[in-house]
């Protein structure tokens, strides 16, 4: 009976965190963005985010998202400074044809930084994509 449950595979959909201008805080802060590379629109998006290391753990912070439109992204939240020093956790869940999707990126402690900057999807600037 267990073969018989079909776990779909999340593919084309990141967590991408970047470093940006905020007119706001007239500063460059964190901000972490979903990715709909599909070709797709995904339904439905939530997100939940924590952070977390040895001794310390951060409040769940919970996103309903909504549509994502194919080729394109949603930004979730801002990441304090402070907080790239903790492994950030980032649950996604979504509808897509009627099928239920999840998966979990992970950013490890330290990993979001200038120096891990690659070239995003979508966003077409640089960022740090999670795993």
């Keep these: ?3 018989d449950i079909e776990i779909p595979v999340v593919k084309d ?3 991408a965190i970047i470093k940006e201008w905020d007119d706001d ?3 460059k802060n964190w901000n972490s963005y979903i990715i709909n590379d ?3 629109a995904i339904e439905m998006v939530l997100v939940v985010t924590k952070g977390y ?3 310390r ?3 769940l912070l919970r ?3 909504g549509t994502i439109e194919a080729k394109s992204s949603a930004k979730i939240e801002m990441i ?3 907080l790239l020093a903790m492994n950030n956790e980032f649950s996604v869940t979504f509808f897509m044809e009627d099928k239920l999707f999840d998966k979990k990126y992970i950013f490890e402690k330290n990993t979001i930084n200038e120096e891990a900057f690659q070239n995003l999807p979508i966003l077409e600037q640089p960022g740090v994509l999670g795993r």
């Design 38 to 40: 599909q070709d797709i």
């Design 1 to 3: 009976m267990k073969k």
């Design 57 to 59: 753990k951060t409040s």
């Design 63 to 65: 996103h309903g998202i």
């Design 25 to 27: 805080f007239l500063a």
């Design 13 to 15: 959909v990141y967590i």
């Design 53 to 55: 290391d040895e001794k």
């Design 80 to 82: 304090q400074e402070e």
